[in-house]
């Protein structure tokens, strides 16, 4: 029998800014999640000038890994990863973001982690841009609309493949590069691109414009990468929601299809090194002006990417006919007609539950393509309860045991090339899009609510030695 190759790696995904805390720790500046309040389920998260003094922000001092990080350590190499995505927090090295020379201290940080990392024989997979852009180049830049910040993230890059070229081999640009597609959505181009809308702008335009400049520095990267060490594996990394059609209605399919350009207009640059056609049709439609200069086709071309990292946490499915106004339950990211599939269930967070959706993405992905992939985020968000000391996180085991077997059938059946799997907080931290703490994915408990009260102490649910033993076993055993 057919079995996950020997070197997958299975590991745990996180972000700095979700659980490193020490937010302003040893001359780290402000990013942009630094200034993002607590939310909640159908509450959005406030975008605050600069760091106000009466105001509660969740990420500052998040888990507070920064101090523990080593006791952490050893609890993930107890559960067997073997390997931790992680990402580098950019004003943790360069605080303003325009500043000459890197914060030392904030780069002897990561080479300590990932010394203790390598202690354990945990290999680092990193990000480098998980929505932590300076605050100063949001502000005083306008993030990603200026030309001048891909410099100033190109020079972080260069400075981290430099830093660690013998510590780390796997690495992507930005995290979800994609997600700001969703321009209804504030927080998307705020936390992807340091950029605030302004009143009468054309969202879709700006987001294409600041697109572009992150499609230009993400391959220049890439280059940079290349130039410093030649194993480097550098991938983009995309959130990939599929879009369904609601029926075997033409137009449902049609308008599916359509919808998941959405989806693929990022992977599509960075992967073939060119604008996909559907794209430039519509920049000439609707008369966009994207900043394309002389000289960057070329060097999207030289900057293609090794492989796809990809979050997958649910589908989304559209039905041609919905009236806009009248759409009943709208699920997921406010899709113009997204429609509740009538055959799956969700999260208490409405986050849609489909694994089968996995090895169809990890497919069509693939198909499109030829490149490796990799699963670098994959997971169930919570209430956890507490019983007689112990955390029986059945729902979560569920899921993600879902989620290996339809991986399996990928790379055992269909012959997807897959790098590794590491599901999303593998210890609990603050979510995103809400930034509470109540919504844990962890295998391990932290004590900290949505208030910031706790005593941080950490603790296994049933997950940690559940997953243990997928790891143990290669994914034989679930
Ligand atoms: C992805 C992000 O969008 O989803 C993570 O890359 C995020 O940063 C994860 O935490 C889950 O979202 P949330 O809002 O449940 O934390």
Redesign the pocket.
């Known amino acids: 029998m057919k079995t996950l190759p020997n070197d997958f790696l299975w590991g745990g995904a996180l972000?700095a800014h979700?659980f490193e805390g020490g937010w302003d720790a040893d001359g780290k500046g402000p990013s942009v999640v630094d200034v993002l309040t607590a939310g909640a389920h159908g509450v959005a998260r406030r975008i605050t000038d600069k760091v106000e003094p009466n105001e509660f922000y969740p990420n500052h001092e998040a888990i507070d890994f920064y101090h523990r990080y080593k006791e952490d350590v050893a609890l993930f190499a107890e559960m067997g990863l073997k390997c931790l995505r992680t990402s580098i927090g950019w004003s943790r090295i360069f605080p303003n973001g325009d500043d000459a020379e890197p914060n030392e201290a904030g780069l002897q940080f990561y080479d300590d982690l990932f010394d203790e990392l390598l202690k354990h024989d945990i290999e680092p997979i990193i990000t480098l841009s998980?929505?932590e852009m300076p605050l100063h180049l949001a502000r005083e830049y306008g993030g990603f609309r200026n030309r001048e910040v891909v410099e100033h993230f190109v020079h972080f890059a260069e400075v981290c493949f430099d830093r660690y070229k013998d510590k780390v081999k796997y690495w992507m640009t930005f995290?979800?590069i994609n997600?700001k597609m969703d321009v209804n959505n504030p927080l998307f181009l705020w936390t992807n691109s340091g950029v605030l809308l302004e009143e009468g702008e054309n969202a879709r335009e700006v987001m294409y414009q600041t697109g572009h400049h992150e499609l230009i520095a993400s391959a220049l990267a890439v280059a940079k990468g290349k130039e410093i060490n030649a194993d480097f594996e550098i991938g983009a990394m995309v959130?990939h929601v599929p879009i369904y059609p609601y029926s075997s209605n033409p137009d449902d399919v049609m308008l599916a299809e359509e919808m998941m350009r959405q989806r693929y207009f990022f992977p599509d640059v960075q992967v073939r090194g060119f604008y996909p056609s559907y794209a430039l049709n519509e920049f000439e439609r609707e008369g966009y002006n994207i900043p394309i200069l002389e000289g960057d086709e070329e060097i999207l071309q030289n900057g293609k990417v090794d492989y796809l990292g990809f979050?997958y946490?649910m589908s989304t499915t559209v039905k041609s006919d919905v009236v806009v106004d009248n759409r009943g339950d709208i699920v997921n990211g406010g899709l113009p007609n997204g429609v509740e599939n009538p055959y799956i269930q969700s999260s208490d967070?409405g986050w849609a539950i489909d694994p089968v959706g996995l090895r169809y993405v990890l497919n069509r992905l693939y198909d499109r393509y030829k490149i490796p992939l990799f699963i670098v985020?994959n997971g169930f968000?919570a209430v956890d309860e507490i019983v007689d000391g112990k955390i029986h996180d059945t729902a979560r085991i569920d899921y993600l045991k879902a989620h290996i077997e339809q991986l399996k059938k990928a790379v055992l059946y269909d012959g997807v090339d897959l790098i590794g799997y590491t599901p999303?907080?593998i210890i609990d931290i603050v979510?995103?899009?809400?930034g509470e703490m109540k919504?844990r994915y962890g295998m391990i408990y932290v004590d900290r609510d949505n208030e910031g009260n706790g005593s941080m102490e950490r603790m296994k649910k049933d997950s940690f030695d559940w997953y243990k033993r997928v790891i143990a076993t290669n994914g034989e055993e679930l």
């Open positions: 972000a979700q998980h929505f995290n979800e997600n959130s979050s946490y967070w985020e968000g999303w907080g979510s995103f899009t809400t919504k």
